[in-house]
């Protein structure tokens, strides 16, 4: 079989969102330094990003929207009308010098792994996962919907059922938004109960298609182990799906800023190795996550995981200088980073009593 590829590209190196915004932090680009760091990343296994042509975007995205996102990058300011209208320049979307370009990267990267994976095989795209944007405006930090792409281009390229599931804290809206009745697209969302955008209520809809999963706050490693074995895996299997895209946004991990979750990051890489294999195409995306020691160790723990490399109990000095070199700026969490935060990928899983609710909840989807 061959080996995973990784999509990467250094546009999200140098750019941000403004020095007061969640994503102000270096993600991406901390996966791609930490993993050559660690030999994980060989040239030959690297593929860069494309930046996607605005008339690709039509495929989800309205050629309005698309013209006046690509002109407020130009302009670096919107009016009134567009901010009211395709909420763009706001404090979740701001203008920034790249707020075209670094999306359409992204999106760029999702369309090409659908192409990569018409023969089936495994590809990484931290970049990817911004599941908010919607037709016509932007949501939740998310200009353009890679992952609406992504399906939609593992589809054109021989993938007929697709099943994505999403383990961010926050629920995918836009992707339910785009394949809500279409029953070849399994949708499965594990995300906060109450959190931003507040969609997403516990329940199974369009004809089996459709399963959110709003958990409570705290939530552990083993209610997510006990979620991922009896709604997850069952729900995937029996669907039988031609891709699965795994949405792994970094958000549900306990030290995260944005959410009020509980995890360690073997229970997202419990996740992934689960769904490995289950389908003969698979896709991993990222998504949220605003802790830049978190994101940046649980990613680069994702991309070893989908080549089944073991996580060394100390790392390297070279892959050490790069976690001691982030910096937090503006954010309590980022004061005293804990000393294993610089020396290892691997929590120490955050185990705990599975509470009856949680139990109940997951038993009767």
């Not at 599941?131 to 353009?144: E, Q, S, T, V």
Request: aromatic share 8%; net charge negative.
């Amino acid at each position: 079989m061959r080996r995973p590829l990784f999509i990467g590209s250094e546009i999200y190196r140098g750019s941000t969102y403004g020095t007061w915004h969640p994503l102000r932090v270096p993600r991406v680009s901390t996966v791609m330094d930490l993993s050559r760091a660690m030999g994980w990343l060989p040239p030959e296994i690297y593929v860069p990003s494309p930046r996607v042509k605005p008339g690709a975007l039509t495929h989800w995205h309205t050629p309005e929207y698309v013209a006046a996102l690509h002109a407020a990058e130009a302009a670096q300011a919107v009016s009134e009308d567009v901010r009211a209208r395709h909420a763009l320049g706001t404090p979740s979307n701001p203008v920034f010098p790249e707020m075209y370009r670094r999306p359409a990267t992204a999106a760029g990267g999702s369309l090409l792994a659908g192409e990569l994976l018409a023969d089936g095989g495994v590809v990484y795209h931290p970049a990817g996962g911004t599941h908010h944007g919607m037709p016509d405006r932007a949501g939740g930090f998310c200009y353009l919907n890679d992952p609406v792409l992504a399906i939609l281009s593992l589809r054109r390229n021989g993938a007929r059922r697709v099943a994505y599931v999403d383990i961010d804290a926050h629920h995918p809206d836009g992707v339910e938004v785009a394949f809500s009745e279409d029953t070849d697209v399994l949708m499965i969302s594990v995300h906060e109960d109450g959190l931003w955008p507040r969609t997403g209520a516990t329940g199974v809809r369009a004809a089996g298609s459709t399963v959110n999963v709003a958990v409570p706050r705290g939530l552990n490693d083993d209610e997510m182990a006990l979620i991922r074995d009896e709604v997850i895996l069952p729900r995937v299997e029996s669907f039988a799906p031609d891709a699965v895209v795994l949405q792994c946004g970094a958000d549900g991990v306990e030290e995260d800023p944005q959410a009020h979750l509980s995890l360690s990051n073997q229970a997202h890489w419990g996740v992934v190795r689960a769904l490995m294999g289950l389908a003969p195409r698979l896709l991993v995306l990222g998504g949220g996550g605003y802790n830049p020691w978190s994101v940046g160790r649980l990613w680069t723990g994702v991309w070893g995981a989908l080549n089944g490399f073991e996580v060394p109990d100390r790392l390297g000095s070279e892959a050490e200088e790069v976690l001691r070199a982030l910096r937090f700026d503006g954010n309590r969490r980022g004061r005293n980073p804990p000393e294993h935060w610089f020396t290892t990928l691997a929590d120490a899983p955050r185990c705990g009593p599975i509470r009856p609710a949680l139990r109940a909840m997951v038993h009767a989807l």
